[in-house]
Each structure stands twice: as structure tokens, then as C-alpha cells.
């Protein structure tokens, strides 16, 4: 007797039941306008130190006067047609301006602070603050402290080997902190800026005990 063909049911139920499609659950496009519509309807949040951020970099522009000398008119005169009370806005309240003026008044000052600052980054700081966006200014104030302890350690060397100042009579980190507060109040930036007529003084102060 010929054997009869099997017949191959599907199930529709139970842990053999087709697999979704990737995406299947994804959300329906209704659901996605009804989502986006309900985000519309909420008011942005204040961005939080715009104004100081925005102040710190009118200081390192020094385009303007200081906030206690007049900083509202000198960013008035910038463009005359900016309204005072908008201006006070940005300056005081955390308020933001538009941002294609923001955008210009921004790449005017950060063209003040030298090529290696960037609008855009500036920019960004300014409207999200840290930790979202870091502050534009940390790491090359990093890197110019690095720079000045780099002098100090020079200047430090130069004066123990040039008056035969033993390790065993000075504590190194009191002498190394006189001699950063020295170089700034000598304006001692760059190593050329140490001069023959700077070696006595910075000894004087750095090693009283050998004057």
C-alpha cells in the first residue's frame, strides 16, 4: 500500500509561533506624532549661567568695559540696533539671544582670544555650560600653568647650582610655590622673560637663608 503524504501543519500558537519581524514593535507613526506633539508643548529649560559664561568670555575679550563700568552700553555700541533691556537680559538673567546673533557676537569675540579658540565650541559652552560641553579655556589655562612650572623648575635649578644651595637647606615644595607667586609678580611668562638682574631678588626671596 502506498504510504500517504504527511501534511505539515502550521502552528499559530505556543513557543513555535512566528517570530515578529525586526522593527515589528517599533512605535506606529501616530504614536511618534503624538510624542513629538506632547515634547512641543513643553517649555525648554533656561539654560543656567548663560550669563556668566557669556561675561567670562567678554573678559578675555577685553573688548568692553568690566560689568561694574558701563558693560551694557559697550555691548550696546556693538550694534546699536540691539535694545538696552535685551542686552541687561543676556548679561544678567540667563536669557539667550538669537541665535544668529549670537552666533556673530561670538565669532567677534573669540577672534579677539587668538586661533587656537573655537566659535563653534565657544558657542556651545555658552548655550549648554559643563559638564555637556567643557569649558573651552580649561585646557589652555592647563597648559599655560604647565608652561609657567616648567620656568619655575628651570629658574629653581639655575639658582641652586649657580650659589651651591644644598637639597638638605630648603623644603622644595615652599621654595617651588614662592617661586610661581615671584615669576607673577615679576610677569615672568616665558623663559626669556628671566633676565641676570632677576637672580638676585628670586634668591633673596626663594632661599632667605643663603642671602
Known amino acids: 500500500m502506498a504510504r500517504k503524504p504527511r501534511v505539515h501543519s502550521t502552528p499559530t500558537t505556543g513557543g513555535n509561533a512566528p517570530k515578529p519581524t525586526p522593527g515589528s514593535d517599533s512605535p506606529t507613526p501616530a504614536a511618534l506624532a503624538s510624542a513629538f506633539a506632547t515634547l512641543g508643548e513643553e517649555p ?5 549661567g548663560f550669563s556668566a559664561r557669556l561675561n567670562l568670555l567678554l573678559d578675555l575679550a577685553a573688548v568692553v568695559p568690566a560689568r561694574i563700568e558701563g558693560r551694557v552700553l559697550g555691548v550696546l555700541a556693538i550694534n546699536p540696533a540691539w535694545k538696552e533691556l535685551e542686552v541687561r537680559r543676556w548679561l544678567q538673567q540667563d536669557q539667550l539671544p538669537d541665535r ?3 552666533r556673530r557676537l561670538v565669532k567677534l569675540l573669540v ?4 586661533p587656537e579658540h573655537d566659535a563653534l565650541r565657544w558657542e556651545a559652552f555658552l548655550v549648554y555650560g559643563s559638564p555637556i560641553v ?3 579655556v580649561e585646557h589652555l589655562l592647563y597648559r599655560e600653568d604647565r608652561g609657567r612650572r616648567d620656568i619655575a623648575s628651570r629658574i629653581f635649578a639655575l639658582l641652586t647650582e649657580q650659589y651651591a644651595i644644598p637639597p638638605s637647606s630648603y623644603d622644595a615644595d615652599l621654595v617651588f610655590q614662592r617661586c610661581l607667586k615671584l615669576m607673577q609678580q615679576f610677569n615672568i611668562y616665558e623663559w626669556e622673560d628671566f633676565q641676570a638682574g632677576h637672580m638676585e631678588p628670586f634668591r633673596s626671596v626663594l632661599f632667605p637663608e643663603t642671602s
Open 134 to 136: 567643557g569649558s573651552p
Open 111 to 114: 577672534a579677539q582670544l587668538g
Open 44 to 48: 525648554p529649560a533656561p539654560p543656567l
Open 100 to 102: 544668529a546673533e549670537l
